[in-house]
């Protein structure tokens, strides 16, 4: 069975993550969509990609005008379940990131790999 979770099968849910943690509610939006999906049974696998990156960066505050932080968010994954994070390898690079300084541990995923991965998941949602 572990392995149906490394293919993606039926019923399991990729959520892309392409929003930074502050300057609109995207990511937090995103974040708790992936939270109730697993809280109804869902295997959920998050791709951060682009500037959803920037929100595994470790030690992060509030944002502008006390925007609310999604590090609270992210520490919970693990408590839902929701353990297969990837992040976006070219992402990682624009922002001078390494997958190993990440607050969560997450694998990198080349951009070979990403349509493919999208068509191992019988839902994908984007915010």
Do not use: C
């Not at 109730?36 to 005008?65: H, I, N, Y």
């Not at 624009?94 to 019988?122: I, N």
């Amino acid at each position: 069975m572990a392995n149906d979770k490394a293919q993606g099968v039926d019923g399991d849910l990729l959520v892309i993550l392409r929003h930074g943690p502050h300057g609109s509610s995207w990511l937090r939006e995103g974040l708790d969509v992936a939270l109730v999906a697993a809280a109804f049974g869902r295997r959920v696998t998050l791709l951060f990609m682009g500037e959803g990156v920037t929100a595994l960066v470790p030690d992060q505050k509030s944002g502008p005008l006390g925007q609310k932080g999604t590090s609270p968010t992210l520490e919970m994954l693990e408590m839902y379940d929701i353990d297969n994070l990837l992040v976006e390898a070219a992402a990682l690079a624009r922002f001078g990131l390494r997958d190993d300084g990440l607050m969560l541990a997450a694998r990198a995923v080349e951009a070979k790999e990403l349509s493919a991965l999208a068509a191992t998941h019988s839902l994908v949602l984007t915010f």
